[in-house]
């Protein structure tokens, strides 16, 4: 057992060289520090470089880190102008690794751990949140239907059924009163938005930890992390987005409070803007509820993570205090609607 995973190692060696032919020289697993989302660890042959994803151990909601999800959107998403890593193999059953799991290529790129871009120059900083922005319009741009994505989420309605679904995933957790959260969940469950038929693929959890920059350039290379996509409504993705610029470095490495000209950083404002004039279709614009709606939904994540640290089941070693993130964040949607 290696001790960077909670499987037999050797066993994946052979499975993945009876699955992929010409795999040469030992296997390497080094998993990948940070995240709080399904396991993912760095697979590397002489030959080839790959990355592993899999459900955490232990119990989990029904719901949450559905792998099999996440190697859908990506197989669907590989032809179109969306950069997502190749996906090699999907396997179903927990005799490998103990739960579902998939492998894809491993794409070359920057990972940046806040929104601040630390070590990129100020003018790369520009055009790597312009790439971000642009990014995001195709993707919401791309023809789900077409792309062999029906019945990956259900059209119309969503934010009526994601307010229902994050305030039971927060009650099925729930282990302490957050006063600022109830007074949030309240709020979003009062004031859901007339329905407007717009439909799109839906990240999840777009955000600049969740993409890959090029090694040696401000252009996005591959979006990750896909276990929250569905089908749903654009404004959720581009509200989420719109999060490091409300929240503080301390609060999940958002940028409020820093000289984000200094930096190179454009505005929230300029972000949004460019978004817009990058979609091919027109778009609606966002509203207080889907900024406090992504906040709801960050907190009621955050407060899971709190929720596994005390059943022992969290991804990181460091959910217990990330966990209290759902108060800073409930806060910060109360912020959004003048609470």
Not at 124 to 149: C, N, P, Q
Not at 213 to 222: I, L, R
Not at 264 to 282: F, K, L, M
Not at 322 to 330: I, K, N, T
Request: glycine share 10%.
């Amino acid at each position: 057992m290696s001790e960077a995973a909670e499987f037999d190692t050797a066993g994946l060696d052979v499975f993945l060289r009876a699955a992929i032919p010409g795999l040469q020289g030992p296997m390497t697993l080094a998993r990948i520090s940070g995240g709080q989302s399904n396991p993912t660890f760095f697979v590397t042959y002489a030959n080839r470089r790959l990355v592993l994803r899999k459900k955490p151990a232990g119990e989990v909601l029904p719901s949450a880190h559905a792998v099999d999800r996440e190697a859908r959107v990506l197989q669907a998403l590989a032809p179109s102008a969306v950069p997502v890593p190749p996906v090699v193999l999907f396997h179903a059953e927990p005799d490998v690794v103990g739960t579902p799991f998939y492998v894809m290529e491993r794409v070359e790129g920057r990972v940046f751990a806040s929104a601040d871009l630390p070590g990129a120059s100020q003018a790369e900083r520009r055009a790597m949140y312009l790439s971000f922005a642009e990014t995001l319009a195709k993707l919401h741009d791309v023809d789900w239907a077409a792309a062999g994505l029906t019945g990956f989420g259900r059209p119309g309605s969503y934010f009526e059924r994601q307010v229902g679904r994050w305030t039971k995933q927060w009650e099925a957790q729930r282990f302490r009163d957050i006063p600022e959260l109830t007074r949030l969940a309240q709020w979003v469950g009062g004031h859901i938005p007339p329905e407007d038929g717009e439909t799109a693929i839906v990240h999840g959890d777009y955000r600049p930890g969740n993409v890959l920059f090029a090694p040696d350039g401000p252009q996005v290379v591959a979006v990750l992390d896909w276990e929250l996509s569905t089908i749903g409504h654009p404004l959720a993705d581009l509200a989420f987005s719109v999060i490091p610029w409300r929240s503080t470095p301390e609060e999940y490495g958002g940028m409020r409070g820093m000289d984000l000209p200094g930096l190179g950083i454009p505005s929230e404002d300029e972000y949004v803007a460019h978004y817009y004039a990058s979609r091919r279709t027109p778009a609606p614009r966002l509203q207080p509820f889907h900024l406090a709606f992504a906040m709801f939904r960050f907190a009621v994540i955050f407060e899971g993570i709190a929720a596994r640290a005390r059943a022992g089941t969290a991804a990181a070693a460091d959910a217990a205090q990330v966990g209290e993130l759902s108060v800073a964040f409930a806060r910060r949607g109360l912020e959004c609607i003048g609470g």
